[in-house]
């Protein structure tokens, strides 16, 4: 599984951008799949995940209510829309893939065992 994010980019406080994460591979829709986010200095934290089908998604309470992931499936394609962004979102941003046969969304970076390569992401107060 090959993952490539992009939409990155330098933005101000409040604004909006949509994060997005092709993945190779016909199991795409085999896959849950997730965002983390890293911080200089600080470990890798999870961001959000979204099952299968897409119907079930779980996020960090640090950006729920502002942060949506979404998939298409047909498009091998996993999105991150982040709204209302504050400087603390400041990060380079990675979709990974978690590939075990297992119905539970996971939260925990170790779960998660293909990577990509990660996105810049800064916020300017």
């Known amino acids: 599984v090959q993952l490539q994010a992009s939409g990155g980019g330098l933005v101000q406080t409040g604004d909006s951008l949509t994060l997005s994460c092709a993945a190779s591979g016909r199991a795409f829709s085999s896959y849950n799949m997730g965002w983390f986010r890293q911080a200089p200095g600080k470990e890798r934290e999870f961001v959000g995940s979204?099952?299968?089908?897409?119907?079930?998604?779980r996020y960090a309470d640090s950006v729920k209510g502002r942060f949506t992931i979404s998939r298409d499936n047909a498009k091998r394609t996993v999105y991150l829309q982040m709204t209302t962004l504050k400087p603390e979102d400041t990060a380079v941003y990675y979709c990974?893939?978690?590939?075990?046969?297992?119905?539970?969304?996971?939260?925990?970076?170790?779960?998660?065992?293909?990577w990509g390569q990660g996105t810049q992401v800064t916020v300017s107060s």
């Open positions: 979204v099952s299968r089908s897409g119907s079930t998604t």
């Open positions: 990974a893939a978690d590939t075990a046969p297992v119905i539970f969304v996971s939260t925990a970076v170790r779960q998660y065992d293909y």
